[in-house]
Structure formats: structure tokens, C-alpha cells
């Protein structure tokens, strides 16, 4: 088994301000993923990575910026907060297409 | 456009009750789907995928599949408070990475 991380849990900021969420796993998956959920929706993608240093755009990205360093982590950058994206932001990874994603509890985002 | 819906958009059962959930796709390139369960301040959580025409059972839990008309349905027989969640639909495309999510149904099983 394995486990994802998310850090902070919760995070506040002001409107404007550029805020980053990290994703760390162990399971040793090539892809990770970031989804945004608004509160009871669906998941929208945000960003992806198949790999280290990969980075392939979601849906969702625009005033998102993501980065891959490492296999095991993943982070997510919101470039410039604004009050309509008040939310919470998962984070995923897989190991083989058509394999199960596995999910981190996520990182409740509020702006002031 | 959404690749994936979702019907209902809520739905209540009593406890013991059938609760019948659906999920299509409007893309034909789309070939596996997934249902995740969702508990209330819980991150989702894979419960049954299905890529083969016809019917998979586990447990109280039948998911069917209609290639023809990307229409996939989840069937919980002898529904539980236990159950009351949000269910994901999820589908997916050959040599992709993507699940595309549809928006998904808020069961609530009354005791």
C-alpha cells in the first residue's frame, strides 16, 4: 500500500496572492494529478504529469502553474488568488493506464 | 461540453431501498468508465470500473455497461445509511491518462 500527503490541510489567503499546495506519494507512481472540486461537484483537472519534469495542462489551468521536481511529489501554484475559486484541491496518482487513481485529502483553499 | 453526465443530480432512498444511478459519455473515443464514492469530507475512493459490455457485480454493488450507448448505470441493492455519499462517474480513453468526472449524484439513504 501507500499513502499521498497533502500540505497545508487548510490554507487562507488574501485575494491576489500567489499560494502553493504541495502533493507527496509513496506508492512509486509515474502520474500524478491535480483536480479542483467545488463544494458537492465533480473534479476538474487542473494540471497532470506523466512523469518527472512532465507537465501537461487540464481543463482548468489557466492561473494555475504546476511542477514536478520529483517522481514522488507534485506542486500546485495558484498565481493569483481570486474569491471565486474558494474550493478544494486534490491531489492524485496512478500507476498504469486503466489502474485505480488514488487520492490525498486535499487542501481546503479560502480567500479573503 | 462536459464529456460525462450524471443523473440524478441527487437522490433519496430508504434504508434497505434500490438505488439506480446513471452516467454517459458524449465522447465515442471513451472506453472504460469508473464509479468512485465520495464520503462527505472524504477524498473519493474507486468502488467498481467496468470496460466490457454487460454487467459486474460485487457485493450489494452492479455496475452495467452499453458500449453502444456509452451509458453506464450503478446499482446498490439493500441501501445503507453507510452509503449516503457522493458518486463519481469517471471515463477514460485508450493511451490516456485522463479521467474525465462528470459532476455526480448525491445519494442519501433514510433509515
Known amino acids: 500500500g501507500g499513502i499521498i500527503t497533502q500540505t497545508p490541510k487548510f490554507l487562507i489567503g488574501q485575494e491576489g496572492q500567489k499560494l502553493t499546495l504541495k502533493c507527496q506519494q509513496n506508492f512509486n507512481h509515474d502520474t500524478m494529478y491535480w483536480y479542483r472540486q467545488d463544494s458537492g461537484k465533480g473534479l476538474r483537472l487542473i494540471y497532470y504529469?506523466?512523469?518527472?519534469?512532465?507537465?501537461q495542462k487540464g481543463d482548468l489551468s489557466e492561473g494555475y502553474d504546476a511542477s514536478r521536481e520529483k517522481k514522488s511529489s507534485f506542486s500546485l501554484t495558484v498565481t493569483s488568488a481570486q474569491k471565486n475559486e474558494m474550493a478544494v484541491f486534490l491531489c492524485?496518482?496512478?500507476?498504469?493506464?486503466?489502474?485505480?487513481?488514488?487520492f490525498g485529502p486535499g487542501t481546503r483553499l479560502t480567500v479573503l | 461540453q462536459q464529456k460525462v453526465q450524471q443523473s440524478p443530480e441527487s437522490l433519496i432512498v430508504p434504508e434497505g431501498g434500490m438505488a439506480s444511478l446513471n452516467c454517459t459519455s458524449s465522447d465515442r473515443n471513451v472506453d472504460y468508465f469508473w464509479w468512485y464514492r465520495q464520503h462527505s469530507g472524504k477524498s473519493p475512493k474507486m468502488l467498481m470500473s467496468i470496460f466490457s459490455n454487460g454487467e459486474k457485480e460485487e457485493g450489494r454493488f452492479t455496475v452495467h455497461l452499453n458500449k453502444a450507448s456509452l451509458h453506464t448505470s450503478l446499482h446498490i441493492r439493500d441501501s445503507q445509511p453507510s452509503d449516503s455519499a457522493l458518486y463519481l462517474c469517471a471515463a477514460s480513453m485508450s493511451n490516456y491518462n485522463v479521467l474525465y468526472f462528470g459532476s455526480g449524484t448525491k445519494l442519501t439513504v433514510e433509515p
Open positions: 492524485a496518482s496512478m500507476g498504469d493506464t486503466y489502474a485505480e487513481q488514488f
Open positions: 504529469s506523466i512523469t518527472e519534469n512532465d507537465l
